[in-house]
């Protein structure tokens, strides 16, 4: 019964940016929760994730610099700041949530993930 909500997708011109919001329901578990995006036609992509147990963080390389993934504990909320957008950003942006703790070369593939939100569309004009 684990559910997770995503907020703030929207559209921006290139260069603008957006925080995404996240809000997980009935998990307890001490995972990652991580930032996964899909455009149409192709593979979900790891974006950034982030250590329940230790707060530690990990980018793709494509929005490193320029997205920031954060944890709020008190509100059961996870977000993405993004910022500096591209056009190629553009996708529906899913957050999840994984029962285990993953190393760095785990972190960003969608198959350890245990909890999908429904996602956020984000749509990056120029």
């Known amino acids: 019964q684990v559910q997770l909500v995503e907020s703030g997708g929207g559209s921006v011109q290139a260069g603008g940016s957006l925080r995404l919001s996240c809000t997980y329901f009935?998990?307890?578990?001490?995972?990652?929760l991580g930032w996964f995006r899909q455009a149409p036609g192709k593979e979900r992509e790891g974006v950034a994730s982030?250590?329940?147990?230790?707060?530690?963080?990990i980018y793709a390389d494509s929005v490193k610099g320029r997205f920031t993934i954060s944890r709020d504990s008190a509100k059961n909320t996870v977000y993405l700041q993004m910022n500096s957008l591209k056009p190629e950003d553009t996708a529906m942006y899913y957050c999840?949530?994984?029962?285990?703790?993953?190393?760095?070369?785990?972190?960003?593939?969608?198959?350890?993930?245990?909890?999908w939100g429904q996602g956020t569309q984000v749509t990056v004009s120029s």
């Open positions: 009935g998990y307890t578990d001490s995972g990652n």
């Open positions: 999840a949530a994984s029962r285990a703790g993953y190393d760095t070369s785990h972190a960003l593939r969608f198959s350890v993930y245990d909890y």
């Open positions: 982030t250590w329940i147990s230790y707060g530690d963080t």
